[in-house]
């Protein structure tokens, strides 16, 4: 029987070694899985490579895991934020690699990956700073920057509700990420508000099919976690 | 001479965004322009984090931490509103069914060249979010900006000095002083919008060459 | 006020220009806007060049558009069928070319000409005829071949139900090809069961903004139809 | 000796298909496989039409015209299913999240290399569906075969003649004589299923040489 959601936390993310590479869903906060990522900062991984739009806010989640000197490189469109101090610090003393992306070619180049596309041909950034070194064509009349999928072993994203099939629905714009960041990981954790029987979630609405999940955790036992 | 404050500005954009017009408002000035599209117009926003039919704010005490827009403020969703995931966003935006983005800018070149996302400052922190995207994808972009810097300078240039959001995608230009449209023969001057400002004039502070509009 | 309701599929397809290029929706039956289709073939357009998965079934349908002869071109996956008597006849006439895709990559292709990109690389097809004479190239331990996006002017599509900003939601396996295809053409045309006032559909369950739509047809119109 | 039926064959193939498996069956005898899954386990059916959750066949009068498998019969979905688009769909092929893939073939060389599309022969029209995409993107692809072709020639060969479907992707071959797994250094028996065929007979049939396989 296929049973995906986990009793606790702790063993939904226990394999994450150091040097992983982790995608982290969430525009802003919302679709921010925090308590999950508060979760990986008491696992204890460390030298990670995070995907996310930002680089974190705060004091709270991935400006936390940040703070905490757990991220040795960043993949991401828009680090610099009002209250960004974790990473700004980091980053300007050198402690922090940064990848800037535009923000539709992360999506597209994590879409990618999970979709087997091998590379794929974007007019967005030709003839900036962004996409100098790259390759470029000239395709019907339009020029064009080849990018390439970004793969991650870890996804931690944040869902509404889930089955025990890992099936997701999410909650208006915190949806952003989670899809995309589910199918392009190895191993995909989510957290949700709550879980429902199979066959609770309307097939028409499933917007993670649970065949990119390979984890669930309830939001509930993580607020009991450490 | 009496310029344009902000919100002039923004309402002299919506006048010319038609009705049933998709559209993208970037953060700062250009999120006033929703606050003057005419009420017989209805216009479909987009915000780059998934929706599309984005609504007026959301009243005090009924925010949502789920529904916010791309500048990562509350916001709400109109009746006929659609949610989707960033790649599908982006999709719609690099896919060129946006029909109108509009975007502040530090400079505009003649060509239609924009930069706005970097100062080029050595130690500056570099972000771009949606920019580059929406200058690369949407089927026109409008740029609404103040025509001068602070020290009098033209931000319509010849040249971008600063790094580049785009290449050759600016359609038309607001400022505090003119309406200008971008062609692919130069800039052409569609109205004097600040109060008491000859073409003469408008033509020295310009950075560039200014033509008069031929009338449509 | 945005209304895309039309009152006759007639004037949903008025302007459709001999040698349009014309997607159609449907796998098999299901999907396949099978009235609209009657009324293109009442409304006259020839030299069409079609992308659908398959070559028609039986007399109905696709299958009467080629039958008519208004067909100059077709790109599909799947012309032979047991009852592609129409297609079959063209085609070994020399009166139909043909472009045989993998389904994956017509499926791909039409989502990259949605999605604004220029070309794609993917490792379906590497090493056979079907990627003959195209680019390949080896990315990260894996051959790919270059494809590029298949745009179309019309998208003939059928969805469950609309409201009048075009927004649409599909029934079951009858999505398949709907959704990238109105994202693909400059006019894409949806035949619906029903249509439903502003606000009715779910905005989390809507599968294809309206953005992506440019009119609507309701069937009980179509059935009316000459 | 004694062949085993498509049916014997397709009960085989369900036996290597480990609980919680995602799979997808091809038309013809694969399909035949899921009548055979243990009911211990749980497995995932993906129909290439955009679909996870495939159940069994409808009851006579149940069927629904917009709820159909890649063979474009009649079928129904099971709770927990979940329906997308074409693209979504090839994505999850492509991307390598289906665990099998069970194809049909004409022939299977001893490197993997699948041929089922095309005959080859000059007048046929050509049709390929997704076979491509799967053989190319399941993690795994089992192809089911008769052994023999009706003139007796090994369909397990050296190379190809027919055109090819994918290079390099079959892992495992499920014949009415034996299951083969296709390894980097050539084939490996796995298990001789003809009742009464010696390892040498079926060697002598067999296009390609064979190797025992090593106890796991």
């Not at chain 1, 990522?37 to 930002?54: M, P, R, S, W, Y």
């Not at chain 2, 409008?142 to 010849?158: A, D, N, P, R, W």
Request: with cysteine.
């Amino acid at each position: 029987m296929i049973d995906k959601i986990f009793a606790t936390p702790e063993a939904a993310l226990a394999d994450v070694p150091d040097g992983a590479t982790v995608m982290i869903g969430g525009f802003g906060n919302a679709g921010m899985p925090s308590e999950l990522i508060d979760c990986l900062i008491a696992q204890g991984a460390k030298e990670l490579t995070v995907i996310n739009n930002n680089a974190g806010n705060a004091d709270a989640g991935l400006a936390a895991l940040i703070g905490a000197g757990r991220v040795r490189k960043i993949l991401c469109s828009f680090p610099r934020q009002a209250d960004s101090w974790h990473f700004d610090k980091l980053y300007r003393a050198g402690k922090l690699e940064l990848e800037l992306v535009p923000q539709g070619t992360l999506a597209e180049r994590i879409r990618a990956a999970g979709a087997g596309i091998g590379g794929f041909f974007t007019p967005t950034a030709f003839g900036t700073r962004l996409a100098e070194g790259k390759e470029t064509r000239h395709i019907n009349g339009r020029d064009y920057v080849l990018e390439h999928p970004i793969h991650a072993d870890y996804a931690l994203i944040k869902a509404d509700r889930a089955d025990r099939w890992g099936n997701l629905s999410y909650r208006k714009t915190a949806r952003n990420f989670g899809p995309i960041m589910a199918a392009a990981a190895k191993c995909t954790v989510a957290q949700v508000r709550e879980t429902v029987e199979l066959g609770e979630l309307d097939p028409e609405s499933v917007v993670t099919p649970g065949i990119f999940v390979k984890r669930v955790v309830r939001l509930a036992t993580l607020r009991k976690a450490p | 001479m009496k310029k344009l404050d902000r919100h002039q500005i923004a309402a002299r954009v919506a006048r010319d965004i038609p009705d049933g017009a998709y559209v993208n408002l970037g953060i700062g000035l250009p999120t006033l322009v929703a606050n003057h599209i005419p009420k017989d117009r209805e216009i479909v926003l987009h915000s780059e984090n998934g929706i599309l039919g984005l609504g007026p704010k959301p009243a005090a005490g009924t925010e949502d931490e789920d529904l916010i827009d791309a500048g990562k403020t509350p916001a709400t969703a109109l009746p006929g509103a659609s949610y989707f995931h960033h790649a599908d966003s982006f999709g719609m935006i690099r896919g060129g069914h946006i029909d109108i983005c509009v975007l502040g800018a530090f400079q505009v070149a003649a060509n239609g060249d924009i930069a706005n996302w970097h100062t080029g400052e050595a130690d500056a922190i570099p972000a771009v979010g949606g920019a580059m995207d929406l200058a690369a994808g949407a089927k026109q972009v409008f740029v609404t900006m103040e025509h001068l810097t602070k020290k009098g300078e033209s931000k319509i240039v010849e040249r971008c000095s600063y790094p580049l959001t785009g290449v050759r995608c600016v359609t038309r230009i607001y400022t505090d002083l003119a309406v200008i449209e971008v062609k692919a023969d130069g800039l052409y001057l569609v109205e004097i919008v600040a109060e008491g400002l000859s073409f003469d004039e408008l033509q020295r502070l310009n950075g560039v060459p200014l033509k008069y509009r031929a009338a449509a």
